[in-house]
């Protein structure tokens, strides 16, 4: 079944691959695909998904052709194209069924066929550049009130009556939820190329997997074997994933 699985999503890769070259747009494998590649020379074994990332100014770029570019029996699938809010995209296969496991009582309500995950990689906080922390800032309240506007609402409550802040937060909180993911969105485009350092705001802000990274280490781009395909990486994808997961050569259970 894991290889059935397999399967379709190197179909979904070639087909992505396919309309980023017919449009001139750069992505690289990332997280579990791109330690598969190095380590495995495809999937880890134990693994059953894909994931690659897009720079901000390409990612916004495939956002727009990408709806008419993927037609039956692809989806593509966004925060503007189902009834879902996610800070990433997925490329999914109409003829299969894959529910994750926490979104299973969700039901019909958004497309759920077998999928690749395409991550948007944005300009992010750079430790050793204090000029990128008030902009980090701000990028932090805007994915708070997209993603969890609860906790913003709270935070903005707190903020003195005269801020401009308070004020600019309860007025974003008060936008339907999509035109606030637009401004998140529209916010890290401006943000691009300021940082040395780049994430994805999912993993910056709420998962913490992987620690952001140069920008200068995706100057160069090898191809790695993955099953029968050539993927694109970063070029110093031993320091990426180092950053990520330490020793990546050893197996962990």
């Keep these: 079944k894991r290889k059935k699985i397999w399967a379709v999503e190197l179909e979904l890769l070639e087909k992505f691959d396919e309309v980023c070259r017919k449009h001139g747009l750069s992505w690289y494998a990332y997280f579990g695909t791109l330690l598969g590649a190095v380590r495995h020379q495809g999937f880890i074994p134990w693994d059953d998904d894909i994931d690659v990332i897009m720079f901000r100014d390409d990612y916004e770029k495939f956002q727009l052709i990408a709806p008419e570019e993927f037609r039956e029996p692809y989806f593509f699938q966004n925060s503007y194209t189902d009834q879902i809010i996610w800070p990433i995209s997925k490329l999914r296969d109409s003829r299969t069924t894959a529910v994750e496991r926490q979104y299973a009582d969700r039901g019909a309500a958004f497309h759920q066929g077998i999928f690749i995950d395409i991550f948007p990689f944005d300009s992010v906080y750079d430790p050793s550049d204090n000029q990128t922390a008030a902009t980090a800032e701000m990028q932090n309240l805007l994915w708070m009130g997209t993603m969890n506007p ?104």
Aim: hydrophobic share 40%.
């Design 150 to 253: 609860m906790i913003a609402l709270e935070a903005a409550k707190q903020e003195p009556p005269s801020s401009r802040l308070r004020e600019f937060m309860l007025d974003y909180l008060r936008k339907d939820v999509r035109q606030r993911m637009q401004i998140l969105e529209a916010f890290n485009l401006s943000f691009w190329g300021k940082s040395k350092r780049v994430n994805s705001v999912w993993e910056e802000f709420a998962l913490h997997t992987c620690k952001s990274v140069e920008r200068d280490w995706f100057k160069e781009t090898v191809y790695l074997p993955f099953e029968h395909l050539q993927i694109p990486a970063p070029a110093e994808f031993d320091r990426v994933l180092k950053e990520c997961y330490g020793n990546y050569h050893e197996f962990v259970q």
